[in-house]
Antibody
Framework: EVQLVESGGGLVQPGGSLRLSCATS????????MHWVRQVPGKGLEWVAG????????DYSESVKGRFAISRDNAKNSLYLQMNSLRPEDAAVYFC??????????????WGQGTLVTVSS | DIQMTQSPSSLSASVGDRVTITCRAS??????VAWIQQKPGKAPKSLIY???GLQDGVSSNFRGSGSGTDFTLTISSLQPEDFATYYC?????????FGGGTKVEI
């Protein structure tokens, strides 16, 4: 059974930093692209960042470029999102998602339950 | 960026109804479209990939169609567990983008 479990969310002040983690199991993690998608409660889904199976392909939404960094550790079957210079508009539930293949151009296949990030003074 | 425009933004339907949701892309995205279901307070669930492919374990009550710029998600006979919000999403180009969502209500 594929499992994606996010952690690391919480309350942080504007300008602060937070590191999200996504622990995975049930599939060969190193063979798949992975993504972070966020959702402001009551609003729609927004893609945040993606990383290819070997970390060569990486991309970000314009809204987080230069502030967030996505990474992965294939030996630990884990995905990360380092979030710096956080703004109130970054407050959202952050979901980890498994891509459908090694390709960077593949649909999302599985999703975690999400971790809530609150940015407030 | 590729814009994905969904319609309607919400609809009311009854159990047993046939429901159709449409999604239009701002440029040709071939068949690089997915459909995603989300229930309140829950994680999203992927339903359809490549415009018409059914993800493993997804009911055949769901059907996707279309190519190019126009896509459709059809629920053949609405079941109680199908009341949710549905999103289309393109993966033809980065940044990956979603439609605004369609809330299917009783």
């Amino acid at each position: 059974e594929v499992q994606l479990v996010e952690s690391g969310g919480g309350l942080v002040q504007p300008g602060g930093s937070l590191r999200l983690s996504c622990a995975t199991s049930g599939f060969s993690f190193g063979d798949y692209a992975m993504h972070w998608v966020r959702q402001v409660p009551g609003k729609g889904l927004e893609w945040v960042a993606g990383i290819g199976w070997n970390s060569v392909s990486i991309d970000y939404s314009e809204s987080v470029k230069g502030r967030f960094a996505i990474s992965r550790d294939n030996a630990k079957n884990s995905l990360y999102l380092q979030m710096n210079s956080l703004r109130p508009e970054d407050a959202a539930v952050y979901f980890c998602s498994k891509g459908g293949s090694y390709s960077f151009y593949a649909p999302f296949e599985y999703w975690g339950q999400g971790t809530l990030v609150t940015v407030s003074s | 960026d590729i814009q994905m425009t969904q319609s309607p933004s919400s609809l009311s339907a009854s159990v047993g109804d046939r429901v159709t949701i449409t999604c239009r892309a701002s440029q040709d995205i071939y068949n690089y479209v997915a459909w995603i279901q989300q229930k309140p307070g829950k994680a999203p669930k992927s339903l359809i990939y490549a415009a018409s492919g059914l993800q493993d374990g997804v009911s055949s009550n769901f059907r996707g169609s279309g190519s190019g710029t126009d896509f459709t998600l059809t629920i053949s006979s609405l079941q109680p567990e199908d009341f949710a919000t549905y999103y289309c999403q393109q993966y033809r180009d980065y940044p990956l983008t979603f439609g605004g969502g369609t809330k299917v209500e009783i």
